[in-house]
């Protein structure tokens, strides 16, 4: 039997330390990870077809109700554009958070689609995406980044962010607050 110095279990007592490092090593893996399938705010050739998968999960309503697949129309092609979401619920209201910032394409296409989309949860539901203003957008920030673990890495912020930490961010963070469409609109999905 081997035995330390400091006693028998003194061997025990350093094992939860390196059980640590390595899940923080891991947490940093995936993170990179991440970060590389949307270099440069695109996703790239293996977070497309990741993507697509995602979308088509959400969209089915197989997961929870904080994902979904979010549909708006392309500013340039004039088609229905489909991407997977994590939505954040504060207060009651249901939110979309841009992990990726101002200049990714979806966040544009509501922008010139006047907030109209679509969500899908199993069910299209048409959806008016009403752009939160800089100064409340910060716990919804906070709340996406506890509920969204793909979205971390992007923001920079852990889990548990503070609301200063989440304050930070929020005027290059657009966040949409999802209201249910007026059904005389006439919005097709």
């Given at each position: 039997m081997l035995v330390c110095s400091r006693g028998p279990w003194a061997l025990f007592a350093a094992a939860p330390r390196r059980q640590h490092?390595?899940?923080v090593a891991r947490r940093d893996l995936f993170g990179r990870y991440t970060r590389w399938m949307y270099r440069g705010g695109r996703p790239n050739a293996v977070a497309r077809p990741q993507n697509w998968l995602f979308r088509v999960l959400f969209g089915l309503g197989l997961w929870p109700r904080r994902v979904a697949a979010l549909g708006v129309v392309g500013r340039r092609s004039g088609r229905m554009i489909w991407l997977p979401v994590v939505i954040a619920d504060v207060g009651g209201e249901e939110y979309l958070v841009s992990m990726l910032g101002?200049?990714?394409?979806?966040?544009?296409?509501?922008?010139?689609?006047?907030?109209?989309?679509?969500l899908r949860r199993?069910?299209?539901?048409?959806?008016?995406?009403?752009?939160?203003?800089v100064e409340a957008r910060a716990p919804v920030i906070g709340r996406y980044v506890a509920v969204a673990p793909g979205g971390r890495p992007h923001l920079g912020l852990p889990s548990r962010a503070s609301l200063r930490q989440c304050e930070a961010l929020a005027p290059s963070t657009p966040v949409f607050r999802i209201v249910p469409a007026d059904p005389t609109s006439g919005h097709e999905t």
């Open positions: 490092v390595r899940v101002e200049g990714v394409n979806w966040v544009r296409n509501v922008r010139a689609a006047s907030g109209v989309a679509t199993g069910r299209s539901l048409p959806v008016r995406l009403v752009e939160v203003p």
